[in-house]
C-alpha cells in the first residue's frame, strides 16, 4: 500500500475482506478456461489412442515414447533416439526466435518513435499499429501470401524499380514463415516496449551525454537496461504464440517448413490424427514455454533483489 | 576573485537563443571567473536553465557564443564538452548501484576499470556516501540521491560544474544543510560552479556573484551585497527582498547622485543606479530601514493603515496622502515606540538607504 497516499490506503481499508469475493470470477475463468482445459490434456497424453480420433481409457506413455524414441517398424528392436519430432520442435524453437529478433529490430524503433511524439498524436500513431488486427488472422496471412508469392506485387515494384532482376523466391521458405510470425504479433511487440520508453526518463539520456557517453553508449548502457522489462515483455509476447503458430507455417512456409503448431493440428484432424501424441506434443511443448518463463521471472527476482 | 581576463572560466557572448517566436535568451553576456560560485538567480520560466543548458549542450543557441577557458564550445555536443551537470531530478542510472553511477563518466573518459572505482571510492568519500556505495538510487532518500548526482558529477573533475535547481526537491531541513556542504565542497575542489536557482536565499548565501535573469534578460550581475543593497532596476530591487518602491521627479543626477522631489515636495538627495535618468523615477527603500518619527520630522507622512505583528519584528504598513503604500519594519526591541492604527507619522531614511533605480 506504500505511495498510495491517503485516499488510496482508506479505498483499501473499505474493500478490505471482500477481496477473496471480488477475485472470484477470475479464478473461475482461470479454472474453467485454462486449468481444466490443461488437465484434459496432460491426461490426454497418457491415454491410448483411438483409430478414428479420441481416445482409449488406458493408461500408457505410448505417445511420449513415439515422440522421444524410435523403436522401429514393430515396435521392438533397442530404441533409438527419434529426432523428427525433436527437429520440428528445433525448427519452430528457431523460427519464432527469428521472428521475435525481427519484430524486435522494428518494433523498438516504432515504439520509441510512438512514445516520443506529443502526447495527443501518440493515441493516433498507436491506433494506426492495432487497425490491421480488426481482420482475421487467417485472412491477414493469406493476404501476406500474395504479397510476397513470387509474380506478387512485392516483386513487381521490387522490378519495375529495377532493385532486382528476378523475383526472389520467399513463398514456402523460412523466411516467409519468419515474415508471417512478424506479421501476426508485431504489436504485442511495440505496445509493452512503447510503454515502456513512455516512461524513460529523457533526462537519462542527457544525463549519460553529459558523462561523456557517445549516443550508442547511451542506448546499450542506459536507455536498452532501463526499457529491458519493456523488451522482454515484448520477446515473450511473439516468443510464445509464434513457437505455437501453425497458420503462417502451413499457408507460407509449405511442407517443408513444418513447425510444432502444424504436427500438433494435424494430431486432431480427420481419421489420421492421434490425440494422445497431439496432447504430448502439445504439453512438451507448454513445459518448454513454462521453463522460458520461470527462468526469465528467476532473472527478475534476483535483479530485484 | 582575481580579475584579470585569463581567469575567465565560462564566457557568454551576445547569446540569444529562440524557440519559434518566443525569445528564451535575449543577448545575454556574462562572464563567470575560475573558481567561482556564480548563481543564475531569477523567477521560474526566465530563461536560466535555458542558459545552463545551453552551456552544457543541450540546447542550440541562436546567435552569440560560448567560451570555456578561451574555446568557443557551441558546435561540440554534450559528450563532447568537459562540464558536468547535477540535474534537477538528479537522473541517476536506476539499473546501476552508486559506485556504478559514479563511474559512469570516469569509464567514458577511457579510465580503467580500477582507477574509476579508485575515483568513486575518493568522490564518495567528499560527498559521505561511502556506505551507500552498493545500493540502488531507489534504496536512498532523497538527499543521499541528490549527493550521488553531486558525486556523479564531480568524479570527472569538470572545469564547471553545472547544477540546475540541485536543492528544489529537497525538503527546508535538508536543503539548508546541503547549501554549506555544496559550498564547502566547492571551496575545497575549486571546480567553478555555476548554480541555477529561484530562491533568491540561497542565491545569497551560497554564491560568489550572482546574476538576476528575468524575461530572458540579464537584469544586474553582482555579489549578494551589491544586488541587495544597490539594485539597479525595479525588477531586481522586487524580486531580491522586499522593497519599498516610491515615484518621485528627479531634477538631475550629478556624479552619481540623484537630486529628487518626494511624495508630499521634501527634497531628497541619494545614490543613482548607473544608467538612471531624470523626470519621474522610482526610489528603492528597504522596509528595514525605514524609520519612524513625529509627523514634522518626517521625511514622509502618512497615516498607520496596517500593523502585523512578526514576533522579532512589526510589519508596519503607512498609507502616504497621495495613497502610495511605504512598509516600515520596526524592530521589537525595548523601547521602541510601537505605533497606532490611523495614527498620522513620520518617515524616515538615510541617504544611503535610498536608491534611484533605472527606469
Not at chain 1, 473461475?28 to 481444466?36: D, R, T
Not at chain 1, 509449405?254 to 484432424?269: D, H, P, T, V, Y
Request: aromatic share 10%; net charge negative; hydrophobic share 45%.
Amino acid at each position: 500500500m506504500a505511495g498510495l497516499g491517503p485516499t488510496g490506503g482508506r479505498a483499501a481499508r473499505t474493500y478490505a475482506g471482500r477481496g477473496p469475493l471480488l477475485i472470484l470470477p477470475a479464478w473461475v475463468i482461470i479454472g474453467i478456461f485454462l486449468v481444466l482445459p490443461i488437465l484434459i490434456m496432460a491426461t490426454y497424453s497418457f491415454l491410448t489412442k483411438e483409430f478414428r480420433g479420441g481416445v482409449i481409457w488406458e493408461p500408457t506413455l505410448a505417445a511420449y515414447d513415439q515422440f522421444f524414441f524410435d523403436r522401429g517398424l514393430f515396435g521392438d528392436e533397442q530404441p533409438k533416439i527419434e529426432w523428427t519430432y525433436i527437429l520440428i520442435f528445433w525448427r519452430s524453437i528457431w523460427q519464432a526466435g527469428l521472428a521475435t529478433l525481427l519484430c524486435l529490430l522494428i518494433g523498438f524503433p516504432t515504439a520509441w518513435f510512438i512514445a516520443t511524439r506529443p502526447a495527443h498524436s501518440r493515441t493516433v500513431w498507436l491506433f494506426l499499429i492495432t487497425v490491421p488486427y480488426w481482420v482475421n488472422l487467417l485472412i491477414r496471412t493469406i493476404s501476406m501470401k500474395f504479397l510476397i508469392r513470387d509474380n506478387g506485387p512485392m516483386n513487381q515494384w521490387l522490378l519495375n524499380a529495377g532493385l532486382i532482376d528476378e523475383p526472389i523466391h520467399i513463398i514456402n521458405t523460412n523466411l516467409a514463415v519468419q515474415l508471417g510470425l512478424f506479421y501476426s504479433y508485431l504489436p504485442f511487440m511495440v505496445l509493452p516496449i512503447y510503454a515502456a520508453v513512455e516512461r524513460y526518463n529523457f533526462a537519462l539520456s542527457e544525463a549519460a551525454a553529459d558523462l561523456y557517453a557517445s549516443r550508442w553508449v547511451t542506448l546499450t548502457q542506459v536507455i536498452i537496461p532501463v526499457v529491458k522489462p519493456g523488451i522482454i515483455a515484448g520477446c515473450i509476447l511473439v516468443f510464445v504464440p509464434s513457437l505455437g503458430a501453425f497458420l503462417a507455417p502451413d499457408l507460407l512456409g509449405g511442407a517443408k517448413n513444418f513447425m510444432i503448431g502444424s504436427l500438433i493440428e494435424e494430431q486432431f484432424k480427420g481419421a489420421a490424427g492421434n490425440w494422445p501424441f497431439g496432447a504430448a506434443a502439445a504439453m512438451i511443448l507448454l513445459s518448454m514455454v513454462l521453463i522460458v518463463l520461470i527462468v526469465y521471472a528467476r532473472n527478475q527476482d534476483r535483479e530485484s533483489a | 576573485m582575481a580579475e584579470d581576463q585569463g581567469d575567465i572560466a565560462v564566457d557568454i557572448d551576445h547569446v540569444t537563443k529562440r524557440y519559434g517566436d518566443f525569445t528564451a535568451l535575449a543577448d545575454v553576456s556574462l562572464a563567470i571567473r575560475s573558481n567561482e560560485f556564480f548563481t543564475l538567480l531569477g523567477p521560474s520560466g526566465c530563461g536560466k536553465t535555458t542558459l545552463l543548458r545551453c552551456i552544457a549542450g543541450f540546447e542550440d543557441i541562436t546567435l552569440g557564443a560560448i567560451r570555456l577557458y578561451g574555446d568557443n564550445i557551441v558546435d561540440l555536443p554534450p559528450n563532447k564538452r568537459p562540464v558536468n551537470t547535477v540535474f534537477q531530478q538528479y537522473a541517476l542510472f536506476p539499473h546501476m548501484d552508486v559506485t556504478r553511477n559514479v563511474m559512469f563518466g570516469l569509464l567514458r573518459l577511457g579510465q580503467s576499470e580500477a582507477a574509476a572505482r579508485k575515483r568513486a571510492g575518493e568522490v564518495l568519500d567528499l560527498v559521505q556516501l561511502t556506505q551507500f556505495a552498493d545500493r540502488l538510487p531507489a534504496q536512498l532518500s532523497g538527499g543521499q540521491q541528490q549527493r550521488v548526482a553531486l558525486a556523479r558529477a564531480l568524479a570527472p573533475n569538470p572545469k564547471v560544474l553545472l547544477l540546475d535547481e540541485p536543492l528544489s526537491a529537497l525538503d527546508l531541513k535538508l536543503r539548508q544543510a546541503v547549501r554549506l556542504e555544496l559550498q564547502q565542497i566547492q571551496q575545497e575542489t575549486g571546480i567553478t560552479f555555476i548554480f541555477v536557482t529561484h530562491d533568491q536565499e540561497e542565491a545569497l548565501t551560497m554564491s560568489d556573484r550572482i546574476a538576476v535573469i528575468s524575461d530572458g534578460r540579464l537584469q544586474q550581475i553582482g555579489t549578494a551585497r551589491d544586488i541587495y543593497e544597490e539594485p539597479d532596476n525595479k525588477f531586481v530591487a522586487d524580486f531580491i527582498g522586499e522593497t519599498n518602491l516610491i515615484d518621485v521627479t528627479v531634477a538631475g543626477i550629478d556624479n552619481g547622485q540623484a537630486t529628487c522631489t518626494l511624495p508630499g515636495g521634501n527634497h531628497f538627495t541619494c545614490p543613482a543606479a548607473q544608467g538612471a535618468h531624470s523626470g519621474r523615477g522610482h526610489l528603492s527603500v528597504r522596509p528595514e530601514r525605514v524609520s519612524l518619527s513625529d509627523p514634522a520630522q518626517g521625511l514622509l507622512t502618512g497615516t498607520v493603515s496596517r500593523l502585523i505583528y512578526l514576533g522579532t519584528d512589526m510589519h508596519v504598513d503607512i498609507t502616504l496622502t497621495d495613497g502610495e503604500v511605504v512598509t516600515a519594519r520596526v524592530q521589537n526591541s525595548a523601547g521602541t515606540r510601537i505605533p497606532a492604527m490611523g495614527e498620522t507619522i513620520g518617515l524616515n531614511f538615510e541617504a544611503g538607504a535610498a536608491r534611484l533605480l533605472i527606469d
